[in-house]
């Protein structure tokens, strides 16, 4: 099938599965502590500096200029991220520089994403399929905070970074349609992006049947 074709069935095949992860009981994440704003962005911090990791390390392993350039903006758009949310959590009275987000080591999303030898992988797994994770995450999160009288982080999600990660999925299918060309390029996305939306579920699974937290952002 041509490019077109593929990134289209790719985003439905995405879609269907996110519309399965969507209800609030089912995307849990990783957290300690009582389910409030403050604890939900300890979470957000290392899904941060994980985004913006990986990026980074994909961006100084590929020669392709358009794939530098989009990684480029993502790791500088995460690392705002983090900052931004370690600013907010000081307003809220918990000092980030004290607080090690990747303390128990980087989580089997981003140990999968660090296997992908591929350029066309690495823009289906990471770009494309966990960037529209991440909006969905977000969209949840912004309704936990409005819900829970916090204007200020709803409005922080829903004003920079909710769009800013819907921009790094659109990069993503803008490479994807240039790279996605062949039957083998097109087999490989689809391993990859099918790969991360199951670890995704795996680990939000996990967190619900040993902490039944939910709603926090990121990915």
């Given at each position: 099938?041509?490019?077109?074709?593929?990134?289209?069935?790719?985003?439905?095949?995405?879609?269907?599965?996110?519309?399965?992860?969507?209800?609030?009981?089912?995307?849990?994440?990783?957290?300690?502590?009582?389910?409030?704003?403050?604890?939900?962005?300890?979470?957000?911090?290392?899904?941060?500096?994980?985004?913006?990791?990986?990026?980074?390390?994909?961006?100084?392993?590929?020669?392709?200029?358009?794939?530098?350039?989009?990684?480029?903006?993502?790791?500088?758009?995460?690392?705002?991220?983090?900052?931004?949310?370690?600013?907010?959590?000081?307003?809220?009275?918990?000092?980030?520089?004290?607080?090690?987000?990747?303390a128990k080591g980087y989580g089997p999303l981003f140990q999968y994403l660090d296997t992908l030898k591929?350029?066309?992988?690495?823009?289906?797994?990471?770009?494309?399929?966990?960037?529209?994770?991440?909006?969905?995450?977000?969209?949840?999160?912004?309704?936990?905070?409005?819900?829970?009288?916090?204007?200020?982080?709803?409005?922080?999600?829903?004003?920079?970074?909710?769009?800013?990660?819907?921009?790094?999925?659109?990069?993503?299918?803008?490479?994807?349609?240039?790279?996605?060309?062949?039957?083998?390029?097109?087999?490989?996305?689809?391993?990859?992006?099918?790969?991360?939306?199951?670890?995704?579920?795996?680990?939000?699974?996990?967190?619900?049947?040993?902490?039944?937290?939910?709603?926090?952002?990121?990915?």
């Open positions: 099938m041509t490019a077109q074709e593929f990134v289209a069935q790719l985003d439905g095949e995405n879609q269907r599965r996110l519309g399965l992860l969507a209800p609030a009981d089912t995307l849990k994440p990783e957290v300690e502590g009582d389910l409030n704003v403050l604890n939900l962005l300890k979470v957000a911090l290392r899904n941060e500096i994980e985004a913006t990791e990986i990026a980074a390390r994909w961006l100084v392993t590929t020669d392709d200029v358009d794939v530098k350039l989009a990684l480029a903006r993502q790791v500088g758009d995460e690392a705002k991220h983090y900052r931004m949310i370690a600013e907010r959590l000081r307003a809220l009275g918990f000092a980030a520089t004290s607080f090690d987000p990747l591929t350029t066309v992988e690495r823009v289906a797994a990471g770009q494309f399929t966990r960037e529209a994770i991440a909006v969905v995450k977000n969209r949840q999160f912004i309704e936990f905070c409005d819900h829970a009288g916090d204007r200020e982080t709803a409005a922080m999600y829903r004003d920079v970074i909710e769009p800013d990660e819907r921009y790094h999925h659109e990069l993503g299918r803008t490479l994807l349609l240039r790279l996605a060309t062949t039957a083998e390029a097109q087999a490989a996305a689809t391993r990859a992006a099918r790969r991360t939306l199951e670890l995704a579920d795996e680990l939000q699974k996990k967190a619900l049947a040993t902490a039944g937290i939910h709603h926090a952002p990121g990915c």
